[in-house]
């Protein structure tokens, strides 16, 4: 689950702290802002190319993590065991434009 950021965190303040004619709609409006303000992250995948043998390779993506570093632990474990897969794997960072 991604953390919640000052940004994020004053927007549901403030629609807190504002009128609303029941808890339903204060509900949507806070989910609304919620989705909107992570809709503009940035995010990182990691994928990892993993040979399978007989001149084959398969690639196995796993994410989306919030930060780099997230997303680096986590291309260790999708290699496969053994010295001749190390390097094979890259960190994709998707800022909201590839997402659209």
């Keep these: 689950m991604a953390r919640s950021r000052p940004t994020?965190?004053?927007?549901?303040?403030?629609?807190?702290?504002?009128?609303?004619?029941?808890?339903?709609?204060?509900?949507?409006?806070?989910?609304?802002a919620?989705?909107?303000?992570?809709?503009?992250?940035?995010?990182?995948?990691?994928?990892?190319?993993?040979?399978?043998g007989h001149g084959h390779v398969t690639y196995l993506a796993s994410?989306?993590?919030t930060t780099r570093r997230q997303a680096?632990?986590?291309?260790?474990?999708?290699a496969a065991p053994g010295p001749e897969v190390?390097?094979?794997g890259r960190v994709v960072k998707l800022s909201p434009t590839h997402l659209v």
Excluded at 11 to 27: G, I, Q, R
Excluded at 34 to 52: C, F, G, H, Q
Excluded at 72 to 78: A, T
């Design 8 to 32: 994020e965190v004053k927007a549901v303040v403030a629609l807190l702290e504002a009128e609303a004619d029941d808890v339903e709609e204060l509900a949507e409006r806070i989910i609304a």
């Design 34 to 52: 919620l989705d909107e303000a992570r809709a503009k992250r940035e995010w990182y995948v990691a994928v990892a190319r993993i040979p399978v």
């Design 63 to 65: 994410g989306p993590f």
């Design 86 to 88: 190390r390097g094979l």
């Design 72 to 78: 680096f632990q986590d291309l260790e474990h999708l």
